[in-house]
């Protein structure tokens, strides 16, 4: 039970940061298009250590832009994960994720645009987020053979 709880935390931190994702994305994406100019290496300028060994510019430039690159698929990949998780759920039920977690509205916004009361629109969204949480976090088993139909984890660390 209270490992469900923390899966459930955890979606929920998920899509709230969903928006935060995509911006970090162009960010990333921004500081690699600037840092792209690779020059040539000049020695004079490189700092040796005992064992004679360098870090040059280039080689600097190229780590950070692989750092970079890796967080850009990481952050994709979880709005990749995000997508296909809500394209699964029911019309109603993606609306309500969408609209409060992703769009961060209130109740009150959520229940005026939909046109459902609010203890609907909360029991839309607790029924969502379980079955969220068993596509993020668990294996779906078919009822009738008890086949394991997919799996889906999601890999975002440290975001």
Do not use: P
Request: glycine residues 4%; proline residues 0%; positive net charge.
């Amino acid at each position: 039970m209270n490992k469900e709880l923390n899966q459930i935390k955890k979606l929920e931190r998920i899509l709230s940061n969903y928006r935060y994702y995509k911006k970090m994305i162009q960010v990333y994406k921004n500081r690699l298009e600037q840092d792209n100019t690779i020059k040539g290496i000049s020695y004079d300028k490189e700092k040796t250590q005992a064992t004679n060994k360098f870090h040059s510019d280039v080689e600097t430039n190229v780590l950070k832009n692989e750092e970079l690159q890796y967080r850009i698929d990481s952050l994709q990949n979880t709005i990749n994960n995000i997508d296909n998780a809500l394209n699964l759920l029911d019309g109603d039920e993606r609306i309500v994720l969408q609209k409060y977690y992703i769009n961060n509205l209130s109740w009150v916004a959520i229940t005026q645009q939909v046109h459902i009361s609010r203890r609907q629109c909360i029991r839309i969204r607790d029924d969502a987020i379980d079955k969220m949480q068993s596509i993020f976090f668990s294996q779906v088993v078919d009822k009738g053979t008890g086949n394991i139909q997919f799996e889906l984890e999601l890999g975002v660390k440290g975001f």
